[in-house]
Protein backbone atom coordinates (compact mmCIF):
# COMPACT_ATOMS: atom_id res chain seq x y z
CA UNK A 1 0.00 0.00 0.00
CA UNK A 2 1.58 3.42 -0.74
CA UNK A 3 1.66 6.27 1.91
CA UNK A 4 2.25 9.45 1.70
CA UNK A 5 2.55 12.47 4.64
CA UNK A 6 -0.60 14.33 2.78
CA UNK A 7 -3.02 13.76 1.03
CA UNK A 8 -4.72 16.26 -0.75
CA UNK A 9 -7.97 15.94 -2.27
CA UNK A 10 -8.92 18.04 -5.17
CA UNK A 11 -6.84 19.95 -7.68
CA UNK A 12 -8.17 23.68 -7.60
CA UNK A 13 -6.99 26.54 -6.72
CA UNK A 14 -7.37 25.72 -2.56
CA UNK A 15 -5.68 22.14 -2.86
CA UNK A 16 -3.12 22.93 -5.09
CA UNK A 17 -2.08 26.19 -2.91
CA UNK A 18 -1.80 23.44 0.57
CA UNK A 19 -0.05 21.05 -1.71
CA UNK A 20 2.74 23.64 -2.82
CA UNK A 21 3.23 24.83 0.25
CA UNK A 22 3.54 21.31 2.25
CA UNK A 23 5.82 20.06 -0.60
CA UNK A 24 8.02 23.28 -0.40
CA UNK A 25 8.44 21.94 3.46
CA UNK A 26 9.61 18.69 2.65
CA UNK A 27 6.50 16.82 3.27
CA UNK A 28 5.50 14.01 0.69
CA UNK A 29 2.07 15.20 -0.94
CA UNK A 30 -0.24 13.47 -3.44
CA UNK A 31 -2.86 15.19 -5.23
CA UNK A 32 -5.79 13.46 -6.37
CA UNK A 33 -8.71 15.39 -8.69
CA UNK A 34 -11.44 13.09 -9.79
CA UNK A 35 -11.80 14.74 -13.72
CA UNK A 36 -9.42 13.44 -16.27
CA UNK A 37 -7.61 17.43 -16.52
CA UNK A 38 -6.73 20.00 -14.27
CA UNK A 39 -8.92 23.25 -14.30
CA UNK A 40 -12.17 21.39 -16.53
CA UNK A 41 -14.91 21.62 -16.25
CA UNK A 42 -14.27 25.23 -15.33
CA UNK A 43 -16.23 26.15 -11.91
CA UNK A 44 -16.35 29.79 -11.42
CA UNK A 45 -16.74 33.09 -13.40
CA UNK A 46 -13.10 34.21 -12.59
CA UNK A 47 -13.33 37.81 -11.10
CA UNK A 48 -10.19 38.31 -8.59
CA UNK A 49 -8.07 40.55 -6.81
CA UNK A 50 -4.94 41.92 -7.04
CA UNK A 51 -4.10 39.67 -3.57
CA UNK A 52 -4.77 36.35 -5.87
CA UNK A 53 -2.41 37.50 -8.91
CA UNK A 54 0.40 38.11 -5.87
CA UNK A 55 -0.42 34.42 -4.85
CA UNK A 56 0.09 32.69 -8.04
CA UNK A 57 2.78 34.92 -9.53
CA UNK A 58 1.60 33.94 -13.41
CA UNK A 59 0.49 36.91 -15.31
CA UNK A 60 -0.57 34.62 -18.40
CA UNK A 61 -3.47 33.95 -16.78
CA UNK A 62 -5.01 37.58 -17.09
CA UNK A 63 -7.18 38.20 -19.57
CA UNK A 64 -8.19 42.05 -18.76
CA UNK A 65 -8.05 44.43 -16.26
CA UNK A 66 -11.19 45.96 -15.19
CA UNK A 67 -11.65 49.29 -13.09
CA UNK A 68 -15.03 49.85 -11.61
CA UNK A 69 -18.73 48.54 -12.25
CA UNK A 70 -22.04 49.51 -12.64
CA UNK A 71 -25.03 48.18 -10.50
CA UNK A 72 -28.52 47.61 -11.70
CA UNK A 73 -31.43 47.95 -9.94
CA UNK A 74 -34.50 45.78 -10.99
CA UNK A 75 -35.64 48.61 -12.96
CA UNK A 76 -32.24 49.32 -14.38
CA UNK A 77 -31.63 52.39 -12.81
CA UNK A 78 -27.68 52.13 -11.92
CA UNK A 79 -24.90 53.72 -10.23
CA UNK A 80 -20.88 53.12 -11.22
CA UNK A 81 -17.95 53.71 -9.69
CA UNK A 82 -13.95 53.69 -12.37
CA UNK A 83 -11.10 53.93 -10.66
CA UNK A 84 -7.68 55.53 -11.94
CA UNK A 85 -6.47 52.00 -11.24
CA UNK A 86 -7.52 48.27 -11.83
CA UNK A 87 -9.71 47.02 -8.65
CA UNK A 88 -10.23 43.56 -10.34
CA UNK A 89 -8.49 41.20 -13.00
CA UNK A 90 -10.65 38.81 -15.23
CA UNK A 91 -8.75 35.74 -15.89
CA UNK A 92 -8.58 32.42 -17.40
CA UNK A 93 -9.97 30.08 -14.79
CA UNK A 94 -8.59 27.16 -16.28
CA UNK A 95 -5.45 28.73 -16.62
CA UNK A 96 -5.18 29.29 -12.92
CA UNK A 97 -5.90 25.85 -11.88
CA UNK A 98 -3.69 24.62 -14.45
CA UNK A 99 -0.52 27.01 -13.38
CA UNK A 100 -0.91 26.81 -9.25
CA UNK A 101 -1.20 22.93 -10.13
CA UNK A 102 2.25 23.04 -12.02
CA UNK A 103 4.16 25.07 -9.49
CA UNK A 104 2.61 22.41 -6.71
CA UNK A 105 4.05 19.56 -8.92
CA UNK A 106 7.56 21.41 -9.48
CA UNK A 107 7.60 21.86 -5.47
CA UNK A 108 7.72 17.56 -5.28
CA UNK A 109 3.83 17.34 -5.54
CA UNK A 110 2.76 14.24 -7.14
CA UNK A 111 -0.74 14.41 -9.19
CA UNK A 112 -3.19 11.62 -10.09
CA UNK A 113 -6.36 12.99 -12.28
CA UNK A 114 -9.29 10.59 -13.12
CA UNK A 115 -9.02 9.98 -9.23
CA UNK A 116 -11.81 9.99 -6.89
CA UNK A 117 -11.53 9.54 -2.78
CA UNK A 118 -14.46 7.58 -1.86
CA UNK A 119 -14.18 7.24 2.03
CA UNK A 120 -12.00 6.04 4.50
CA UNK A 121 -11.47 2.85 5.89
CA UNK A 122 -10.50 1.65 9.79
CA UNK A 123 -6.83 1.93 10.31
CA UNK A 124 -5.09 1.05 13.82
CA UNK A 125 -1.34 2.30 12.47
CA UNK A 126 -2.74 6.03 13.50
CA UNK A 127 -2.86 6.97 9.87
CA UNK A 128 -5.40 7.43 7.38
CA UNK A 129 -6.46 4.90 5.17
CA UNK A 130 -8.11 6.78 2.54
CA UNK A 131 -10.37 4.83 -0.63
CA UNK A 132 -9.81 5.48 -4.31
CA UNK A 133 -10.94 4.70 -7.61
CA UNK A 134 -9.40 5.57 -10.57
CA UNK A 135 -11.14 5.79 -13.48
CA UNK A 136 -10.68 2.77 -15.82
CA UNK A 137 -8.27 0.98 -13.71
CA UNK A 138 -10.43 0.00 -9.92
CA UNK A 139 -9.97 0.89 -6.61
CA UNK A 140 -6.62 1.02 -4.15
CA UNK A 141 -6.15 2.34 -1.18
CA UNK A 142 -3.52 5.11 -0.04
CA UNK A 143 -2.25 5.66 3.57
CA UNK A 144 -1.55 8.95 4.42
CA UNK A 145 -1.01 11.11 7.78
CA UNK A 146 -3.36 13.99 6.63
CA UNK A 147 -6.10 14.68 4.46
CA UNK A 148 -6.80 17.81 2.89
CA UNK A 149 -10.32 18.55 1.65
CA UNK A 150 -10.05 21.03 -1.07
CA UNK A 151 -12.88 19.01 -3.28
CA UNK A 152 -15.43 21.55 -3.87
CA UNK A 153 -18.99 22.04 -2.52
CA UNK A 154 -20.01 18.14 -2.42
CA UNK A 155 -16.92 17.20 -0.16
CA UNK A 156 -16.48 13.64 0.12
CA UNK A 157 -14.03 14.15 2.41
CA UNK A 158 -16.30 16.51 4.75
CA UNK A 159 -18.70 13.55 4.45
CA UNK A 160 -16.24 10.68 5.25
CA UNK A 161 -14.74 12.57 8.51
CA UNK A 162 -18.56 13.70 9.58
CA UNK A 163 -17.91 17.05 9.25
CA UNK A 164 -21.28 18.96 9.04
CA UNK A 165 -21.87 20.85 5.86
CA UNK A 166 -23.04 24.52 4.55
CA UNK A 167 -26.53 24.89 5.35
CA UNK A 168 -27.19 26.62 2.20
CA UNK A 169 -26.11 25.75 -1.10
CA UNK A 170 -26.87 28.91 -3.76
CA UNK A 171 -27.01 27.45 -7.69
CA UNK A 172 -24.99 29.02 -10.30
CA UNK A 173 -25.27 29.17 -13.75
CA UNK A 174 -23.09 31.17 -16.56
CA UNK A 175 -22.57 31.15 -20.30
CA UNK A 176 -19.48 32.38 -22.36
CA UNK A 177 -20.88 35.06 -25.35
CA UNK A 178 -18.08 35.70 -27.95
CA UNK A 179 -19.51 38.74 -28.43
CA UNK A 180 -21.66 40.99 -26.65
CA UNK A 181 -22.24 44.71 -25.61
CA UNK A 182 -21.18 46.67 -22.70
CA UNK A 183 -18.06 48.87 -21.75
CA UNK A 184 -14.76 46.11 -21.16
CA UNK A 185 -13.34 48.20 -18.12
CA UNK A 186 -16.61 47.33 -16.37
CA UNK A 187 -18.05 44.42 -14.26
CA UNK A 188 -22.19 44.85 -14.46
CA UNK A 189 -23.78 43.50 -11.33
CA UNK A 190 -27.96 43.22 -11.72
CA UNK A 191 -30.09 42.33 -8.83
CA UNK A 192 -33.85 41.68 -7.79
CA UNK A 193 -36.03 39.43 -6.81
CA UNK A 194 -37.50 37.93 -9.97
CA UNK A 195 -33.65 37.71 -11.62
CA UNK A 196 -31.52 36.79 -8.90
CA UNK A 197 -33.16 35.96 -5.14
CA UNK A 198 -30.44 36.14 -2.88
CA UNK A 199 -27.46 37.19 -4.92
CA UNK A 200 -27.16 38.68 -8.22
CA UNK A 201 -26.43 38.82 -11.62
CA UNK A 202 -23.12 39.73 -13.18
CA UNK A 203 -21.69 40.48 -17.10
CA UNK A 204 -17.78 40.29 -17.11
CA UNK A 205 -15.63 41.46 -19.97
CA UNK A 206 -13.53 38.64 -21.61
CA UNK A 207 -10.79 41.12 -22.66
CA UNK A 208 -11.70 40.07 -26.06
CA UNK A 209 -15.03 41.46 -27.26
CA UNK A 210 -16.83 38.75 -24.97
CA UNK A 211 -18.95 38.54 -21.99
CA UNK A 212 -19.40 35.67 -18.93
CA UNK A 213 -23.03 36.27 -17.93
CA UNK A 214 -24.29 34.56 -14.87
CA UNK A 215 -27.00 34.11 -11.78
CA UNK A 216 -26.65 32.49 -8.30
CA UNK A 217 -29.58 32.68 -6.85
CA UNK A 218 -31.42 30.98 -3.84
CA UNK A 219 -32.40 27.34 -4.04
CA UNK A 220 -36.03 28.14 -3.88
CA UNK A 221 -36.72 25.11 -6.18
CA UNK A 222 -36.78 27.63 -9.45
CA UNK A 223 -34.25 26.34 -11.65
CA UNK A 224 -30.59 28.62 -11.96
CA UNK A 225 -31.23 28.49 -15.61
CA UNK A 226 -34.59 30.10 -15.39
CA UNK A 227 -33.04 33.31 -13.69
CA UNK A 228 -30.07 32.97 -16.11
CA UNK A 229 -32.69 33.51 -18.59
CA UNK A 230 -34.49 36.16 -16.74
CA UNK A 231 -31.19 38.28 -16.63
CA UNK A 232 -29.95 37.82 -20.56
CA UNK A 233 -33.85 39.14 -21.32
CA UNK A 234 -32.11 41.86 -19.00
CA UNK A 235 -29.42 42.66 -20.60
CA UNK A 236 -30.81 42.35 -23.97
CA UNK A 237 -33.51 45.06 -22.92
CA UNK A 238 -31.21 47.56 -21.78
CA UNK A 239 -29.06 47.96 -24.92
CA UNK A 240 -31.63 47.06 -26.86
CA UNK A 241 -29.94 43.90 -28.93
CA UNK A 242 -29.96 40.33 -27.79
CA UNK A 243 -27.16 38.13 -27.04
CA UNK A 244 -26.54 35.38 -29.11
CA UNK A 245 -24.38 32.09 -29.62
CA UNK A 246 -23.40 31.38 -26.19
CA UNK A 247 -20.34 29.04 -26.37
CA UNK A 248 -20.25 27.29 -23.27
CA UNK A 249 -22.00 27.12 -20.04
CA UNK A 250 -21.15 26.66 -16.36
CA UNK A 251 -23.34 25.31 -13.54
CA UNK A 252 -22.20 24.80 -10.09
CA UNK A 253 -22.92 25.31 -6.42
CA UNK A 254 -21.76 28.54 -3.81
CA UNK A 255 -21.40 27.33 -0.26
CA UNK A 256 -22.75 29.87 2.06
CA UNK A 257 -22.72 30.20 5.72
CA UNK A 258 -20.03 28.96 8.50
CA UNK A 259 -19.20 25.46 9.26
CA UNK A 260 -18.68 24.37 12.81
CA UNK A 261 -15.38 23.05 12.07
CA UNK A 262 -13.15 23.12 9.76
CA UNK A 263 -10.74 20.19 10.79
CA UNK A 264 -10.22 16.96 12.83
CA UNK A 265 -8.45 14.34 13.89
CA UNK A 266 -6.01 13.84 10.84
CA UNK A 267 -8.42 15.55 8.69
CA UNK A 268 -8.39 19.71 7.43
CA UNK A 269 -10.76 21.66 5.17
CA UNK A 270 -10.35 24.39 2.67
CA UNK A 271 -11.87 26.38 0.13
CA UNK A 272 -15.33 25.39 -1.10
CA UNK A 273 -15.15 21.99 1.29
CA UNK A 274 -15.01 24.38 4.08
CA UNK A 275 -17.80 26.99 3.37
CA UNK A 276 -14.77 29.17 2.76
CA UNK A 277 -16.81 31.77 0.20
CA UNK A 278 -17.51 35.54 0.48
CA UNK A 279 -20.80 35.38 2.30
CA UNK A 280 -22.05 38.65 -0.24
CA UNK A 281 -20.33 37.77 -3.34
CA UNK A 282 -19.63 34.43 -3.82
CA UNK A 283 -16.34 33.98 -4.40
CA UNK A 284 -14.07 32.18 -3.02
CA UNK A 285 -10.68 31.74 -4.64
CA UNK A 286 -8.44 34.44 -2.56
CA UNK A 287 -10.56 33.07 0.70
CA UNK A 288 -9.43 29.69 -0.45
CA UNK A 289 -6.40 30.77 -1.26
CA UNK A 290 -5.40 31.87 1.99
CA UNK A 291 -7.12 29.39 3.81
CA UNK A 292 -5.21 26.93 2.07
CA UNK A 293 -1.64 28.88 3.39
CA UNK A 294 -2.97 28.64 7.42
CA UNK A 295 -3.60 25.26 7.22
CA UNK A 296 -0.65 24.18 5.40
CA UNK A 297 1.51 25.96 8.42
CA UNK A 298 -0.91 23.47 11.09
CA UNK A 299 -0.23 21.09 9.19
CA UNK A 300 3.36 21.44 8.87
CA UNK A 301 3.73 21.84 12.21
CA UNK A 302 1.78 19.02 13.58
CA UNK A 303 3.65 16.67 11.09
CA UNK A 304 7.25 17.61 12.35
CA UNK A 305 5.49 17.37 16.36
CA UNK A 306 3.79 13.92 15.01
CA UNK A 307 0.36 15.40 16.40
CA UNK A 308 -2.20 15.54 14.31
CA UNK A 309 -5.10 15.06 16.75
CA UNK A 310 -8.56 17.44 16.68
CA UNK A 311 -6.73 19.56 19.51
CA UNK A 312 -3.89 20.22 17.41
CA UNK A 313 -5.40 21.16 14.04
CA UNK A 314 -7.91 22.69 15.42
CA UNK A 315 -5.64 25.70 15.55
CA UNK A 316 -6.20 25.64 12.00
CA UNK A 317 -10.19 27.03 12.94
CA UNK A 318 -8.45 29.39 15.00
CA UNK A 319 -6.39 31.25 12.66
CA UNK A 320 -8.99 31.42 10.21
CA UNK A 321 -11.40 32.84 13.02
CA UNK A 322 -8.75 35.86 13.56
CA UNK A 323 -8.20 36.69 9.57
CA UNK A 324 -11.57 36.58 8.29
CA UNK A 325 -13.84 35.76 11.31
CA UNK A 326 -15.11 39.45 11.48
CA UNK A 327 -15.57 39.99 8.05
CA UNK A 328 -17.52 36.73 7.39
CA UNK A 329 -19.69 37.72 10.28
CA UNK A 330 -21.03 41.10 9.04
CA UNK A 331 -21.13 40.11 5.61
CA UNK A 332 -23.25 37.49 6.82
CA UNK A 333 -25.42 39.63 8.69
CA UNK A 334 -25.43 41.89 5.88
CA UNK A 335 -26.80 38.94 3.75
CA UNK A 336 -29.76 37.96 6.21
CA UNK A 337 -30.99 42.28 5.49
CA UNK A 338 -30.38 41.96 2.09
CA UNK A 339 -32.55 38.54 1.68
CA UNK A 340 -35.36 40.29 3.19
CA UNK A 341 -35.52 43.47 0.60
CA UNK A 342 -38.39 44.04 -1.39
CA UNK A 343 -37.11 45.34 -5.07
CA UNK A 344 -38.51 48.82 -4.35
CA UNK A 345 -36.64 48.80 -1.13
CA UNK A 346 -33.71 47.61 -3.44
CA UNK A 347 -34.36 50.40 -5.99
CA UNK A 348 -34.67 53.23 -3.10
CA UNK A 349 -31.35 51.55 -1.57
CA UNK A 350 -29.81 52.53 -4.78
CA UNK A 351 -31.34 56.10 -5.04
CA UNK A 352 -29.89 56.61 -1.70
CA UNK A 353 -26.26 55.95 -3.02
CA UNK A 354 -26.59 58.13 -5.52
CA UNK A 355 -27.64 61.19 -3.28
CA UNK A 356 -24.55 60.83 -1.18
CA UNK A 357 -22.29 60.72 -3.58
CA UNK A 358 -20.94 57.58 -2.64
CA UNK A 359 -18.65 57.06 -5.91
CA UNK A 360 -15.54 58.74 -4.37
CA UNK A 361 -16.01 56.57 -1.19
CA UNK A 362 -16.35 53.51 -3.06
CA UNK A 363 -13.55 54.20 -5.26
CA UNK A 364 -11.28 55.02 -2.35
CA UNK A 365 -12.27 52.11 0.22
CA UNK A 366 -13.86 49.32 -2.38
CA UNK A 367 -12.18 45.75 -1.86
CA UNK A 368 -14.13 42.82 -3.59
CA UNK A 369 -12.00 40.77 -0.70
CA UNK A 370 -13.06 42.53 2.56
CA UNK A 371 -16.71 44.30 1.22
CA UNK A 372 -17.64 45.18 4.19
CA UNK A 373 -15.28 47.89 4.86
CA UNK A 374 -17.00 50.06 2.11
CA UNK A 375 -20.19 49.53 3.37
CA UNK A 376 -19.43 50.70 6.66
CA UNK A 377 -18.60 53.61 5.19
CA UNK A 378 -21.13 54.50 2.92
CA UNK A 379 -23.15 54.29 6.25
CA UNK A 380 -21.33 56.61 7.85
CA UNK A 381 -21.76 58.86 4.80
CA UNK A 382 -24.96 58.87 4.06
CA UNK A 383 -28.43 59.72 6.42
CA UNK A 384 -30.58 58.49 4.10
CA UNK A 385 -29.17 54.99 3.79
CA UNK A 386 -28.54 55.10 7.64
CA UNK A 387 -32.72 55.16 7.45
CA UNK A 388 -32.99 52.49 5.37
CA UNK A 389 -31.03 50.32 7.14
CA UNK A 390 -30.99 51.18 10.12
CA UNK A 391 -30.38 47.19 11.32
CA UNK A 392 -26.94 47.03 9.69
CA UNK A 393 -25.50 49.50 11.63
CA UNK A 394 -24.98 47.63 14.88
CA UNK A 395 -23.28 44.84 12.96
CA UNK A 396 -20.64 47.38 10.56
CA UNK A 397 -19.83 50.08 13.25
CA UNK A 398 -16.95 48.32 15.01
CA UNK A 399 -14.47 46.56 13.55
CA UNK A 400 -10.93 48.01 12.51
CA UNK A 401 -9.81 48.73 8.84
CA UNK A 402 -6.00 47.54 9.89
CA UNK A 403 -7.20 43.75 9.74
CA UNK A 404 -7.85 44.19 5.90
CA UNK A 405 -4.37 42.60 4.27
CA UNK A 406 -2.53 45.40 2.07
CA UNK A 407 -3.42 45.80 -1.59
CA UNK A 408 -1.24 47.52 -3.91
CA UNK A 409 -3.04 48.42 -7.14
CA UNK A 410 -0.75 48.33 -10.25
CA UNK A 411 -0.98 49.72 -13.26
CA UNK A 412 -2.64 47.66 -16.57
CA UNK A 413 0.76 47.48 -18.05
CA UNK A 414 1.68 44.85 -16.04
CA UNK A 415 -0.98 42.72 -16.76
CA UNK A 416 -1.24 43.35 -20.63
Given amino acids: MDAVDVLV ?26 HERVGYPVQCAGLVSQ ?56 AGAAFET ?18 LTRRGSGSDTVEARLVIGADGVASSVARAFRLRRPVEILPAFEAEFPESPGDPDLVEVYVGNSIA ?11 AGGARVGVAANADGTPAR ?82 LSAERLRRYDAAWEREFGDEFEKAQYLRRLFLKFTDDELEAILEALHDAGTTETIVAFGDIDFPTHVARRLLRQSPSLLRLLPKAV ?23
Fill in 114 to 131: GTRFDGIVPSGNGRVTAR
Fill in 197 to 207: PGLFGWWIPDG
Fill in 226 to 307: VYYDRLVAQIARRHGKPLRNPTGFLVSGIPIGPLPRRSGPRVLLVGDAASQPKPLSGGGIYTGMRAAELAAEVAHEGLQADD
Fill in 9 to 34: VGAGPAGSWAARCLAERGHSVRVIEE
Fill in 51 to 106: RVLDFAKAPAVVRCPVHGATVFSPRLNSISFRAPEPRAFVIDRAGLDIALADQAAR
Fill in 394 to 416: GALWGGDDRRVPDLDFVSDRVHQ
